[in-house]
């Protein structure tokens, strides 16, 4: 080739840009600048106004020199001002650090202490959580002989549902009201896409599953193809109208925030989540889309008649990820009118990057049989280079037979950058080139995989492994049965047995003082699973009550697992 190699072409300002989302707000506001973006209660605002309001965001903290290496916190429900932030915050450079509402003081003060934040926003209904977790924070630096510098305090106004008292109590305390700090800002605010799309956009700790939350540093670049490949692998269409019933403080929406940009669609913010307020959404706003972890499914499908609105007016598109859903939820939900779309991930990979394609030729098979197979994790995102099922000591990936156990693996460029200051779990999670999911699947024939369980969450009884979630699906057709965790209990015999935690469906007697009814209850159940499951899967102890739940409503297994261990060992002579 005259003039040099055909590689030997540089990269320049006019043929290279570092991949952001935050062009798509820039985007949404010049191609749709009056189409609604927002909807909050009453307040609606444009496309326009959502850019020139983030573009005030990025310039007031500019102002406060909160900027490159900077992180910012928000602890706050689904409301405009979080939304917001997945722009405003990262236009000014800095990082956002969505914080779980239902965390404790405790937990909140580690999380603002261990990123380093130099601002707060938060919600109204959260202020007094906040200021316990700074006193926390700073008590801890003066124990440790360190300085503590009090971060900007931004307080969250919801006129749409909280007392205005708590605002002013707020600001009397030092917090600067969120639309007031807005407008110190400039609409016309000259923000800069990053120079390096390598540079950090999030920070996500992961949720209270564990005993300690590890902060799960996320990338530009990674943002934007999750955002695009969130899109495409779901069929949203342009001008989509999203429903929040997932929390954006969970990886950023799975990355739908930046999603609805980009789709210059509309956001109808939801700060609490019932199955009423769905169905009222659905009908006024004529929703088309909302994401939702299999327990929010499973409180529409069981709903009273007084708070449903059926048949449903539309179509309306389900993303469903954060637990292995039961057949049964997702048959109930297709005969419901719902199209759910299954799929799976991690807050290390941005979120959902795996799902369960639909096949046409899947149109003709019984209903248990589709329900069975829309069950299955499915295969990689469009933007997810590498996913497999492998031993994790050997790395060799196990037989597409639908019965050999591995570690799920992915690689790609929506993997996390790693973990923020924590060495030894960067090193485990990125071993051997791939990251390490820590969650035990089957490849099936088809390629197809399956997630049977958590590492930690498998059941060896006998020396037998038993999957939590297998036990867990048949329990969920019990017809007294609304939800339902298996966990391990220690057993004289077997070493562990399974211990089923259920919470029945409204109107079945479980009344705590009438103890012969329970046991029948439990003996019934115990006879339904002998007839629906190997012998050996059976559980052995079955406990009413509600179950604990992180607020993405994933069921927290470890507080499960604890009770069952001080349960202690379930006798030779039980059940």
Not at 231 to 250: C, D, I, K, Q, S
Not at 277 to 304: D, G, M, Q, R, W
Not at 394 to 420: F, H, I, Q, W
Not at 486 to 505: M, Y
């Amino acid at each position: 080739m005259v003039g040099g190699d055909i590689d030997d072409l540089p990269k320049n300002a006019a043929n290279y840009t570092a991949l952001t989302p935050l062009w798509f707000l820039e985007r949404a506001a010049t191609v749709h600048p009056t189409r609604t973006s927002v909807v909050h209660g009453s307040l609606r605002y444009t496309w326009l106004h959502t850019y020139h309001r983030c573009r005030r965001l990025a310039s007031a903290l500019s102002a406060h020199s909160i900027g490159l290496g900077s992180t910012v916190a928000v602890i706050a429900p689904n409301v405009p001002a979080l939304y917001e932030a997945h722009f405003g915050v990262p236009m000014a450079g800095a990082v956002l650090n969505p914080v779980n509402i239902r965390l404790n003081a405790s937990t909140i003060a580690f999380l603002l202490s261990h990123s380093s934040s130099s601002a707060i926003m938060v919600d109204q209904e959260f202020f007094n959580l906040a200021e316990e977790a700074l006193r926390i924070w700073s008590e801890k630096n003066r124990d440790n002989n360190k300085s503590f510098r009090r971060p900007l305090l931004i307080v969250i106004a919801d006129v749409e549902n909280r007392d205005p008292k708590e605002v002013r109590c707020a600001e009397e305390r030092g917090a600067i009201e969120y639309e007031r700090f807005l407008e110190s800002g400039d609409p016309e605010f000259s923000w800069k896409g990053p120079e390096d799309e390598w540079q950090s956009i999030a920070l996500n700790y992961t949720s209270g599953t564990t005993a300690s939350p590890k902060g799960v540093v996320l990338h530009h670049r990674g943002a934007y193809l999750m955002a695009l490949s969130g899109a495409l692998v779901w069929g949203m269409n342009e001008g989509a109208v999203y429903l929040w019933t997932l929390p954006m403080f969970h990886c950023n929406g799975w990355s739908y925030t930046w999603t609805l940009a980009a789709l210059c669609g509309t956001n109808i913010c939801l700060r609490q989540v019932t199955a009423k307020a769905v169905y009222t959404s659905i009908a006024e706003h004529k929703v088309t889309h909302f994401c939702a972890a299999p327990v929010v499914l499973n409180s529409i499908v069981n709903a009273p008649p007084d708070q449903t609105i059926l048949p449903l007016p539309h179509v309306v598109h389900v993303n469903t990820a954060g637990a292995a859903p039961p057949p049964s939820v997702l048959r109930a939900m297709s005969e419901l009118g719902f199209r759910v779309t299954h799929t799976y991930g991690l807050s290390e990979t941005f979120g959902p990057s795996t799902l369960c394609v639909w096949k046409p030729e899947w149109d003709s098979l019984p209903p248990e049989t589709r329900a069975r197979l829309n069950a299955r994790q499915g295969v990689r995102y469009v933007g997810l280079e590498g996913l497999n099922v492998v031993n994790p000591k050997t790395m060799v990936p196990v037989p597409a037979d639908g019965a050999t156990l591995g570690e799920v693996v992915m690689r790609g460029n929506v993997v996390m950058k790693g973990y923020l200051k924590n060495l030894k779990a960067n090193e485990e999670a990125f071993a051997n080139g791939w990251f390490h999911s820590g969650d035990l699947a089957v490849k099936h024939p088809d390629g197809y995989i399956e997630i049977k369980d958590r590492s930690k969450d498998i059941i060896i009884s006998g020396g037998e492994n038993i999957s939590s979630v297998e036990v867990e699906n048949v329990l969920y057709s019990h017809p007294a049965i609304l939800e339902a965790s298996v966990v391990a209990r220690p057993d004289e015999k077997w070493g562990e047995s399974p211990c089923a935690f259920v919470t029945l469906k409204p109107g079945v007697n479980d009344d705590d003082d009438d103890e012969q009814k329970r046991r029948r209850l439990v003996e019934d159940i115990i006879k339904f699973c002998r007839s629906n499951m190997p012998a050996y899967w059976v559980p052995k102890s079955v406990i009413f009550g509600p179950l604990p739940k992180t607020a993405t409503g994933k069921i927290q297994k470890h507080l499960l697992r604890s009770k069952a261990q001080k349960m202690g060992p379930v006798p030779i002579s039980k059940l």
